[in-house]
């Protein structure tokens, strides 16, 4: 008797997500530099609009991100870690990448620039004078997409400045706004990202460095969790959130954000349609 | 010194905005940590006087680990609440991750120590005050029990304070648990942490002065029910 009651509460607990996947708000995990931006706000009130589908957003690091989606913690994940994304995919943990925009990384520092950075005509030449006069360089040290990009640069620049890790080179193992508070306050070069920086409002000394240039591109992909992997998950408002994103409606909502005047954002169907960019 | 001239500016305009978003900030804040608080005390109370009267094997033992429970870091008891709820845990069938539900058990785990330690200690005091006169009286384990706790009474609201001021000021559970969402799981500290995040500094600490102000409230509520009740209590 009390196992037959212990059993019909265990399937009751089991089934009743299954059943309630449509009524439920969809979770979508994302990053730091989407929220802080204000974009993922404006583009899920538009999603909302019109679609009637509640989206509720938990913002960490793509490489938590990415963990807790492995999980089945989220629905679907909004990420910028073009590798691990494809990887993500590979394994069986999403169904589908889906290029939704792009943002560029930008090398940020103090006005008077004392390592030059300006005049670097790539990002790894600008790491390399960085690095050649130990200038401060606050890193985000927490394995997030914008810290694996800022890792991929010191690769090709041949340095490795885990080597000075407390020295001239500080990891904070921070979200970006935070990391951007210390830069802020060291008046340090940071590695950052033009959605986070437009909408940063405490940059004290600090400002844009480096100009745009190969691998400062930031792509930013949307993953539903697979739903044959975690049979929970809200697969069919998922799908709709995908298809409006990539769709007309949400790149064009894309195009049109703007933050304190700056565009931070292009839609991917601004593109070149090269088969990098799918 | 111009961002804390504003901060008190934008705390005293956020306190007479009755904005909607913020109201229902304040009152998640005041939800899960009171509901939390209130289950604590549920436990806490007779885990502690329990501990304070029984005699049993391993009592100084059970008595350092509830001391040392006190001081469980929030991060810790975040992740580890987190690993249970999560669909990867064992109790990821119930969905509870990212609600106000689980940021409610959350704070439990992290209150009820401190609300049973300092029960613990307040029951023992008194216990060695009127143990003796008790005894004499013969009375049985439920009046000693009961005539112990209601002699602790006002002590006790000390203990339930300062598992409230727990609660209410930890940010390392409810963000791990709670996720942050907006209009769903954000509170007072985790808003606190995302303006601080978008480099809103002024508006950070203008709502860190409307916790305090908050915090401030309900001591003064318990203070003067507090009050009231001894003066009656004394002329009983």
Redesign the interface.
Known sequence: MVIRAALAALMLLTTGPAIANDDRPLLLGTTTSVDNSGILKFLMRGFHGDTGIEVRTIVRGTGAILQLGRSGDFDIILVHDEAAERAFVGEGAGATRNLVMTSRFLIVGPAEDPANVRSATDAPTALVRIAAGKHRFISRGDDSGTNTAELRLWSQANIDPRAASGLWYRETGSGMGATLNVASAMTAYVFTESGSWANFSNRGDLEILSIDGPGLRNPYGIIPVNPTRHPHVAADAARRLVDWLTGPAGQTAIAGFRVNGEQPFQPASALPATPANR | METFVTAFSEAGALLVSFDADFLSIVGLSLRVSLTAVAIACLIGFPLGTLISLARFPGRGGAVLLLNTFMGMPPVVVGLIVFLLL????PF????L??TPTAMIIAQTILVTPIVAALTRQTVEDLWAEYGEHLRSLDAGPLTTLSTLIVDARFSLTTAVLAGFGRAIAEVGAVMIIG????H?TRVMTTAIALE??????STALGLGIVLLALALAVNAAVQLINGSAARRAALA
């Open positions: 999560s669909r990867a845990g990821g069938v119930l969905g991750l990212f996720g942050n969402i907006e769903v601080t995040s978008k480099g809103n500094l």
